[in-house]
């Protein structure tokens, strides 16, 4: 068994298909896999990665925002400008259909706004929408949105996750039939839904000319769920598939090494970090990560370049701050740690733990790296034992009563805006374990502000700070892998969010 | 027979009833499905609106009997994961592990009852010993295991088989060989032990002695009777193999109910969780029920117990 | 009870009872093979830190997964290889056999102390006792064993003690249904009726006439059911809902080098090899146990 299996792996490795037999160049169908189970089509009603590239191939924002430069664009607006702190007008464009014929206006997009704003009609991702009280309509094609209260990104989030959808049709059938047969009037539409399985989608012919996201070449798209990479690679090898991402870094290295697809890589907005129980809610008495001289001597224990070029490799590389360096507000100019693990050792004999202690240690992804990171914490003397939980399950246990310390990521929903990271986790919420006002308070001030300058000055402060006192361990950034057929052009962006309107055959 | 009938159906029920309630208790015990619910972006107050919504702050008893009052009338409640009613969503995954569980149960017995009888008709011969050495490797191999060597061979290297997907028959064979090994060497070995005790029999002898061809010794006398333990042992293995094709569905991204429980648990879908566990317990009670009767037409002393 | 002339010439000319048992165990060639790998994997368990070259849990990420020796790349360093976090695979297969035993030995335990109390008592008492155990043991066998048990795990957290606990409450139905029924038929023997008659103790009887007897087909019981928890790790491990990093076990090899398996099928072949034959070893030691001791040769 092993010899055969052995011999059966080499043989598929150093096989050499001429074009196989079911390529998808030929009949102009790209094979797709997800990895997991999409909940529902409907935009607003799922919270995976599957959905938002759903959402951005089937439906449109009003505008939208070029994941290769950051600029922003008019897609559903041609024009955008504010009336005040919290009203926003918008014109909007002419000429555009939805999938099922329906003509696009103003009143689509005060219908859609007014919809996903109702708490009743609970959007799933609530933060996505809940920054908006409502949309009036001015003419037929011109708009205002009016806000809670002054939000910066309220132009990322409206080139983002909010999507128009057509008022008659989603009145009449709801999230429920949205979700099974989905309307937009993005690139692609949805011809067939098997929920959760699969999902055929077709080149919309009647797509905006002018549309920013550009026009579809590829002229259907079949999507199937396959959870397993070696499922998928057997796929990719037989050409029951053209295309996977999310592909592990060694076996990327590995197909890299075989030349037979193009491997892809980019960085994603994903960082990963070290969450420690700075404010003691795991309990006051005897609590060494209340000590910072602990929670430095984390910091110095652990060794994130080894860690990078050894586990997540490509474009990952190691972050010194609670935030994404590209997010506005993020500044890397704040103290950071190296890897000494002597050092590191005289922390903790300086703190009163000449021998180390013993702590449990939380996460819910990337086993792997949580237990490469354990290893070097137990080489300076802090035994650890791994708690691998869900994450729902995890996040409850940190809200009701601390985690000593956990590995936790976090992918700002590809927001390009530090309010959307660091904000999320230091202003006293039930995630925050550093519970430090001054850096809420500075924090207060960035979020609101409209001045771009007080904004970054105060976020930089904030950083500065959690930096200082070593709230977090910040680790990396994550990468993604893309695996496809050379038959296939096809640059990722930033955001790790396929755009199969971007995709065209060679 | 009426009474008999009416006794194990009562019976049956009553473990019904008792596993749905095990397993609400251990489901909801567990932990807050709200915060499951509401996903990694949501915020506290999403997670309180949805408890609230959901009715998780009411006691567990309340919410088990409202379960089971709609469970009775087909109602699962709505999946947290999918906007879909649970009922919905298994019945189109539950015909694909249907057709699985059939497949795997036939494959086993059409292999599994000839090289019993075979064993059993020239014992410690050689086809005896092949057929336990296949029976042994069957108990001792990881499920999961054969079906990834199996793809490497059949997918990778001669490319006859698709790996994965349940579009056509040929998406069949793998997923079927690998779970009716599973139930294969049970079934083989009863055939094997059944068709031992019933060849050493009195009336074998007879037939044979009457002149009875060696063939029609085989198959009208002594197959017949060595096969009733074989049939209710198929159906109690058929009821595990639904519950046990979660491996098997996982690999070959069959999205079929197994898959789609392991998925639920990883989502904290507890509905769905909930009636998958209920389902799968039931088509074991339906079976091991069916074979009772079947054994009991067969065979009418077994009525008593 | 004074021996007859027969009797006496019988016994001294023929084998004794414990020379046919003798004669039957090592006559038994799967029981004897089973019996062998089985104890080579009990001493390696036990002398594991004298035999393991590194220390199962030292990482170092320059030297991951380094083939075994007899690949190109492999070195005698690392006879085995190393795994993704750059540790030394044999150290890890070698303390690994500790966990593999523990889960099997500890689930079977545990399962066995629940079933053969719940089957003694049903077969020994009968009635409204025989009843609700019939049921209770219709009820866990309607349980998706699999389904329930990745449930539990996932949900209060994987660790070995709860991955051993849950396998021993969930695995103790065939040690309930046999006991039960061979209690069933001891319970009509003579000598129990006698016992009861005289007035023996209710314990008395199920400690010293009914335990002995039924014994064997504990034992064989015991080793299926241990085959079945250690498989059962595997796929819970397999599925990532069974006993956590760092512990060296050996589904937990497997689930690791699953992801490589089309570039280093070693790192699954070698925990699966390893996996297998300890399963195998059991079941041919439990197949021979059950020829042996069964009251006349199957064939």
Redesign the interface.
């Known amino acids: 068994m092993k010899k055969l299996l052995a011999g059966a792996s080499i043989i598929a490795l150093t096989m050499v298909a001429a074009g196989s037999a079911w390529a998808g160049k030929a009949d102009d169908t790209l094979k797709i896999a997800f990895n997991k189970e999409l909940e529902s089509v409907d935009s607003f009603y799922n919270s995976a990665r599957e959905g938002v590239i759903m959402q951005h191939n089937v439906w449109d924002g009003l505008l939208y925002r070029d994941p290769y430069n950051g600029e922003y664009k008019g897609n559903l607006a041609t024009e955008w400008e504010w009336i005040d702190d919290v009203t926003l007008e918008l014109v909007l464009r002419e000429g555009v259909t939805f999938h099922n014929g329906e003509e696009f206006d103003a009143d689509d997009v005060v219908y859609t706004v007014n919809w996903v704003v109702d708490e009743k009609n609970g959007v799933k991702t609530q933060r996505n929408v809940n920054w908006m009280k409502s949309a009036e309509k001015i003419d037929k094609y011109k708009v205002r949105i009016h806000l809670k209260a002054p939000f910066p990104a309220a132009i990322e989030y409206l080139a983002g996750p909010v999507s128009i959808y057509p008022n008659e049709y989603y009145a009449k059938v709801g999230p429920s039939g949205m979700g099974v047969e989905p309307v937009g009037t993005g690139p692609y539409k949805v011809v067939k839904v098997e929920p959760g399985k699969r999902f055929v989608l077709e080149k919309f012919d009647n797509y905006h000319k002018d549309s920013p996201k550009g026009q579809p070449t590829i002229g259907n798209l079949d999507i199937r769920t396959i959870p397993d990479f070696n499922t998928q690679a057997a796929e990719l090898f037989g050409g029951g598939l053209d295309w996977i991402w999310e592909v592990p870094a060694d076996q990327a290295e590995k197909m890299t090494a075989m030349d037979r697809f193009t491997v892809a890589n980019e960085s994603t907005m994903r960082i990963g970090y070290l969450d420690m129980d700075a404010a003691g809610l795991t309990g006051t008495e005897n609590n060494p990560m209340m000590d910072v001289r602990v929670r430095q001597a984390i910091y110095h224990a652990i060794d994130r370049q080894a860690i990078v070029d050894a586990l997540l490799k490509g474009k990952s590389r190691i972050v010194n701050s609670a935030c994404f360096p590209s997010q506005f507000g993020c500044t890397e100019d704040v103290t950071s740690y190296d890897y000494d693990p002597e050092k590191a050792k005289a922390l903790l004999a300086e703190a009163g733990y000449p021998d180390g202690f013993e702590t449990d240690f939380y996460a819910y992804r990337e086993r792997d790296y949580a237990e490469a990171m354990m290893n070097y914490l137990n080489a300076v003397g802090i035994k650890t034992n791994l708690r691998f939980l869900q994450y729902s399950a995890l996040r409850e246990q940190r809200m009701k009563s601390g985690t000593p310390i956990s590995f936790q990521t976090w992918g700002s929903y590809s927001i390009n805006d530090a309010s959307a990271f660091t904000s999320e986790f230091f202003k006293f919420g039930s995630l925050d374990l550093a519970r430090d006002e001054e850096v809420r308070d500075w924090l207060d001030v960035a979020d609101s502000s409209v001045d771009p300058e007080t904004r970054k000055e105060f976020y930089a402060k904030a950083l500065k700070k959690i930096a200082d006192q070593a709230y977090w361990v910040p680790l990396f950034s994550y990468n993604s892998n893309y695996i496809f057929t050379k038959d296939l052009e096809y640059k990722p962006a930033m955001d790790d969010i396929p755009r199969f309107f971007q995709m065209s055959w060679k | 027979m009426l009474v008999f009938t009416l006794k194990k159906l009562g019976l049956a029920l009553l473990v019904a009833l008792a596993v749905s309630m095990l397993s609400f208790a251990l489901l909801y015990l567990s932990g807050d499905p709200a915060a499951a619910i509401a996903g990694e972006t949501a915020s506290d107050s999403d997670i309180e609106a949805i408890r609230i919504f959901y009715g998780f702050d009411r006691p567990l008893l309340v919410q088990y009997g409202e379960w089971l009052f709609n469970a009775v009338r087909g109602d699962f409640g709505q999946s947290y994961y999918f906007q879909l009613p649970v009922g919905q969503l298994i019945a189109d995954r539950l015909s694909v592990t249907m057709i699985l569980g059939v497949c795997g149960i036939t494959f086993a017995l059409l292999t599994a009852v000839p090289l019993g009888v075979a064993a059993a008709v020239r014992p410690n011969s050689l086809i005896d010993r092949v057929a336990l050495f296949i029976s042994v490797m069957g108990q001792a191999m990881p499920s999961f295991w054969f079906g990834l060597v199996l793809i490497v061979i059949f997918s990778i290297q001669f490319q006859i088989l698709p790996p994965s997907g349940s579009e056509s028959w040929r998406h069949f064979v793998m997923p079927t060989i690998v779970l009716g090994y599973y139930a294969m060497p049970g079934i083989m070995r009863l055939t094997r032990a059944g068709m031992l005790d019933v060849l050493s029999a009195d009336y074998i002898r007879t037939a044979r002695a009457k002149g009875a061809s060696e063939m029609r010794v085989m198959f009208k006398h002594a197959l017949r009777n060595a096969i009733i333990p074989v049939v209710s042992l198929a159906a109690v293995q058929m009821g595990f193999m639904l519950g046990g094709s979660i491996v098997v569905e996982s690999i070959f991204a069959l999205h079929g109910a197994g898959y789609l429980a392991w998925e639920s648990i990883g989502r904290n879908d507890l509905p769905t969780v909930q009636a998958l566990i209920l389902i799968f317990s039931l088509f074991y009670i339906v079976f091991t029920f069916l074979s009772d009767l079947l054994n009991a037409w067969l065979d009418p002393r077994m009525r008593v117990g | 009870m004074a021996k007859t002339v027969e009797t006496v010439i019988r016994e001294l000319s023929g084998p004794t009872p414990g020379q046919i048992m003798r004669s039957k165990v090592f006559g038994h060639r799967g029981l004897m093979i089973g019996g062998l790998v089985l104890l080579f994997v009990i001493l390696v368990a036990i002398f594991a830190p004298l035999l393991a070259p590194h220390d199962p ?1 030292h ?1 170092n ?2 030297i ?2 380094r083939p075994p020796v007899w690949y190109d790349k492999g070195t005698w360093e690392h006879v085995l290889g190393t795994d ?3 540790r030394d695979y044999l150290s890890r297969l070698i303390y690994g056999s500790r966990i593999s035993l523990a889960i099997g030995l500890i689930a079977a335990l545990i399962s066995g102390l629940i079933g053969t109390a719940m089957g003694i008592a049903a077969g020994y008492f009968g009635g409204k006792v025989d009843m609700v155990v019939t ?1 209770l043991i ?2 866990r ?8 048990a ?3 795990v ?5 660790s070995l003690q709860i991955v051993i606990m849950v396998l021993g409450l969930l695995l103790w139905d065939r040690f309930a249904v046999v006991m039960r029924s061979a209690t069933l038929q001891l319970r009509s023997m003579e000598y129990v009726t006698a016992a009861r008659a005289i007035g023996c103790s209710t314990r008395r009887i199920i400690f010293s006439e009914i335990m002995p007897n039924i014994l064997n087909n504990l034992i064989v019981i015991v080793t299926l059911e241990m ?1 079945h928890a250690i ?1 059962l790790e ?2 819970l491990s ?2 990532g ?1 069974g006993v ?3 512990t060296p076990s050996w589904g937990l090899m ?1 689930s ?1 080098g ?6 280093e ?2 790192m ?2 070698i925990p ?2 390893a ?3 300890l ?2 070893a059991i ?2 030691m439990g ?1 021979g146990l059950r020829d042996v001791t069964a009251p006349e040769n ?2």
């Open positions: 849990y990482q990420l320059m991951r997964m993704h976090l750059g049921f219709n009820v066998l309607a349980m998706p064993v699999v389904l329930v990745l449930a539990v996932a949900l209060f957290g994987g085959a498989l595997a796929i397999f599925l809902l956590q990093p760092p497997v690791e699953k992801q490589m398996l089309l570039f099928p070693w699954i072949t699966g090899v996996l297998f034959v399963v195998l079941n041919l197949d199957r064939n």
